[in-house]
């Protein structure tokens, strides 16, 4: 029999750049377990694009069935898409599935009338089976994770959790779609952990077949995406898989992984052996990249979490891990966690940031349907935002205005020291000032503030540094600015610095021409808090800093 259409799979991304694998798991779904005369398309978009691009994306396909994966980041645009779809299309009928309804499928289905089913939990299985009795026009009942509108009321199902590897989704039509986005894997699905505000523990851990996850390594290493995101939520949670894997990886570079292709892995740093880190050492630089969930360095904080945590332990992994210069080390920090107040918080930043990971992610708690944190308000008190992604607005141990100063600390962090554009300037200032970095990053996250309500350039941001900082007694501001000089020429290809870093030297012309290289772009400047000069070539870039090599001569 000819395949006919007759459902289509709708994922909205946060970003262009990202590239969802949940539609294409639902579409492997399809080809594996739907009779033969059922098929499906997948049609992407993103959230920052107009509705009514999306809206003819979509009926242009004129759906039979149309099915949205749900998200924090997307549910708003997809609860607006409902109403105009079904007005323009009457008889489509609505699936929606993911972590954002699969939790509350009685609620959807009150809310909604459109939505016509909710899965919960894994769907490939159950939207297969879903397709198949609305094409028969049978009946949902008996298909796991599927609730839906009955004559006696909702029926709401348990999300499902199935016990055997999913479909593969990397299909030739996938690979023509992913041009060069970030490609994301999945190796296993669940987590060991049961933390009370994530969603990842729920159902038993479960790790696909390696020679699979080996295969769709090369797969996706040789697909022309630069980045290759597990999304296995603790990757080493099984540590002699993970490290087989890694070696894997680290073997092949090169040869069947081409050079510059990127691996990240959300890892947990205290479960890191030392067999597996010397591994890592072995790594070429820019390879791997790890994320690394520290949430809070309070271990009652931690406990009253269930988060289970070797806190020295996971020091020394990060440590031991960004010390070898050849791995990007990002690590988290959660804002709003029980009984952590302004000082514990400040407590738990200043130790994070002394390990050196490459960024420093402070985020903000999430009240996520299905946690444990959500169903036991008792337990876990606060009050946060009723619309996605339901951060917290205050708790017992942070007022509204103690959340308000950590969002400045955000911005300050993620401007200063996220960047990579400030390393040897905030080396500095510590090293000048003897500031507490929570204490610092707050401070001029006020500047920052008001900064960019008139629009805030990277160049604004240099000279407000440069005004900041260079006012303190105890901060040089001649050895500021080169500090600054040294950072823009590193960082930044143009090759030119900031109005504000420009000092005005008869003798610098003549620098500049005995410098200069036929070569390719330079970068050149003079320093003033010592007789030299520096120049920097824009090529082999470092992979983990993302700096290029700067030269000092002396003069």
Not at 3 to 27: D, E, G, M, V
Not at 43 to 69: A, C, K, M, T, W
Not at 394 to 411: H, K, V
Not at 453 to 463: I, M
């Amino acid at each position: 029999m000819e395949r006919k259409f007759t459902a289509l799979i709708c994922a909205l991304n946060s970003q262009y750049i990202h590239s969802a694998l949940a539609p294409w798991c639902l579409l492997a779904g399809v080809e594996r377990y739907c009779d033969e005369g059922i098929s499906a398309e997948v049609v992407e978009g993103n959230v920052n694009e107009d509705l009514d691009v999306i809206l003819q994306r979509i009926l242009e396909h004129e759906p039979r069935v149309l099915g949205f994966s749900c998200y924090i980041w997307n549910i708003r645009t997809v609860r607006k898409l409902i109403p105009i779809i079904k007005s323009e299309c009457p008889d489509t009928v609505i699936i929606l599935g993911g972590p954002e309804v699969s939790f509350s499928a009685r609620e959807i289905l009150s809310d909604e009338p459109l939505v016509d089913y909710v899965i919960s939990g894994e769907g490939e299985r159950p939207f297969a089976m879903l397709l198949g009795a609305i094409v028969r026009g049978g009946s949902a009942e008996g298909i796991p994770g599927v609730s839906y509108r009955r004559d006696d009321g909702l029926y709401i199902a348990e999300p499902h959790f199935s016990d055997e590897d999913p479909p593969n989704p990397y299909s030739e039509k996938y690979f023509e779609r992913l041009e060069n986005r970030l490609a994301y894997l999945e190796t296993s699905r669940g987590c060991p952990f049961s933390c009370a505000f994530c969603l990842s523990g729920c159902g038993k851990p479960r790790f696909f077949d390696i020679e699979r996850a080996k295969q769709d390594i090369l797969l996706l290493a040789g697909s022309g995406a630069r980045t290759v995101k597990l999304v296995d939520r603790t990757f080493n949670a099984n540590r002699k898989r993970a490290a087989e894997l890694f070696a894997f990886i680290i073997e092949n570079y090169g040869a069947k992984i081409p050079e510059g292709v990127c691996f990240h892995f959300e890892i947990a740093g205290d479960l890191l052996d030392e067999e597996t880190l010397e591994l890592l050492t072995g790594a070429p630089g820019g390879l791997i990249q790890f994320e690394i969930g520290i949430q809070s360095l309070n271990g009652k904080t931690l406990a009253a979490v269930s988060r289970k945590t070797d806190i020295e332990r996971l020091k020394s992994s990060i440590k031991r891990l960004v010390e070898t210069g050849n791995i990007h080390v990002h690590v988290d920090l959660i804002a709003g966690l029980p009984y952590e107040d302004l000082e514990s918080f400040a407590e738990s930043f200043n130790g994070a940031y002394e390990l050196g990971a490459h960024m420093l992610q402070l985020g903000f708690l999430k009240l996520l349907r299905g946690s444990a944190m959500h169903g036991n308000p008792q337990k876990y008190p606060g009050r946060f935002s009723e619309d996605p992604p339901y951060e917290v607005l205050e708790t017992p141990w942070l007022s509204a205005c103690d959340i308000a100063l950590l969002r400045r600390t955000e911005r300050a962090l993620n401007k200063l020291y996220n960047s990579g554009r400030f390393r040897r300037a905030l080396a500095y200032i510590f090293e000048r000032t003897g500031a507490a970095p929570f204490e610092l990053f707050t401070a001029f996250g006020g500047q920052i503030e008001d900064g960019e309500k008139a629009g805030l350039s990277l160049d604004a941001l240099v000279e407000l540094v440069l005004d900041y900082f260079g006012e303190k007694e105890e901060i040089d501001r001649i050895t500021l600015r080169d500090m600054l000089v040294c950072d823009y020429l590193s960082t930044n290809a143009s090759g030119q610095i900031p109005l504000a870093l420009r000092v005005e030297d008869p003798e610098l012309k003549r620098l500049k021409k005995g410098l200069k290289s036929g070569k390719g772009r330079r970068g050149i400047a003079r320093l003033y808090s010592e007789p030299c000069a520096v120049f920097v070539d824009y090529k082999d870039k470092n992979p983990v800093t993302g700096e290029y090599p700067l030269t000092k001569i002396p003069l």
